[in-house]
């Protein structure tokens, strides 16, 4: 796996924020039996970004915790089946790994929603780190039954990697 990480804020975890975010990707990826070698980009904003990216990408002038940039159109969730049309889409060809997309998520929002759940950043970060990649592996939560499926796979994930609420 390639893991491209960017702070673009000055705000510093207690923690190695890259050595969890690879982890909860590994595992993710374990967990949904992707066939590849995948390339991630995760970039560290600050709440002024992610809102102004949010606005420029989505239409929604607010902040929010994560977006996700996925660069595979799933057929089904979590389904790596990719025709042989959509390899130069998808796949990088100097070193032939799927370039699966970006994640973006605010420091701030990290900390704040922390605090506001009771439990370590690590947690919350390692959680939108999980929520993130389940969306670039085609899921989504639009609707309850979609909800439920990302919220106990989450939920799964971190509990696997012993990232718990009680930590």
Request: aromatic share 8%; with cysteine; proline share 4%.
């Amino acid at each position: 796996m390639t893991f491209y990480i960017e702070n673009e804020t000055e705000e510093e975890f207690p923690f190695p924020v890259e050595e969890t975010a690879r982890n909860v990707c590994e595992a993710v990826l374990a967990e949904e039996k992707c066939p590849y070698e995948v390339e991630i980009n995760l970039i560290i904003t600050d709440n002024e970004g992610i809102r102004e990216l949010n606005r420029q990408c989505r239409g929604i002038d607010r902040e929010t915790d994560v977006l996700s940039f996925p660069n595979v159109d799933f057929e089904k969730e979590g389904v790596f089946e990719i025709d042989e049309d959509s390899e130069a889409d998808y796949f990088d060809p100097d070193t032939g790994e799927l370039i699966l997309g970006d994640i973006m998520i605010s420091a701030d929002r990290v900390k704040e929603q922390a605090e506001s759940y009771g439990h370590s950043v690590r947690r919350e970060f390692a959680f939108l780190v999980a929520h993130s990649m389940l969306h670039l592996c085609g899921y989504d939560h639009m609707v309850p039954e979609e909800a439920e499926i990302m919220e106990a796979k989450q939920e799964q994930i971190l509990v696997n990697l012993g990232i718990t609420r009680e930590e």
